[in-house]
Nanobody
Framework: VQLQASGGGLVQAGDSLRLSCAAS??????VGWFRQAPGKEREFVAA????????YYGDSVKGRFTISRDNTKNTVYLQMISLKPEDTAVYYC????????????????WGQGTQVTVSS
């Protein structure tokens, strides 16, 4: 499966963005979002099960970001509100062969990433 992340951009602190992760085909497993800022390790953002019934969030985004999916469109979304400068990073979506996880090692299929830049 191939994943294509989109929706990134340059916004101001407090603004909102919605990222999309479109799959080339049906994704019968969990999908996650991770991010990586320059000079930092990849960080878990959110993950969602195939049914959407199980979701996980990283502590730094809990309450501000919402992950969802539309399996009829093979697309997973990441709605981000109240963005902060520390949210600046390249955001990657990834698919797992198993259930949702917070570990990047559990995700075997990765998209190319989309840049999110939040100015203060």
């Amino acid at each position: 499966v191939q994943l294509q992340a989109s929706g990134g951009g340059l916004v101001q602190a407090g603004d909102s963005l919605r990222l999309s992760c479109a799959a080339s085909g049906r994704v019968d497993n969990a999908v996650g979002w991770f991010r990586q800022a320059p000079g930092k390790e990849r960080e878990f953002v959110a993950a969602i099960s195939w049914s959407g019934g199980t979701v996980y969030y990283g502590d730094s985004v809990k309450g501000r970001f919402t992950i969802s999916r539309d399996n009829t469109k093979n697309t997973v979304y990441l709605q981000m509100i109240s963005l902060k400068p520390e949210d600046t990073a390249v955001y990657y979506c990834a698919a797992s062969a198993w259930g949702p996880s917070r570990r990047s090692a559990d995700f075997g299929f990765w998209g190319q990433g989309t840049q999110v830049t939040v100015s203060s």
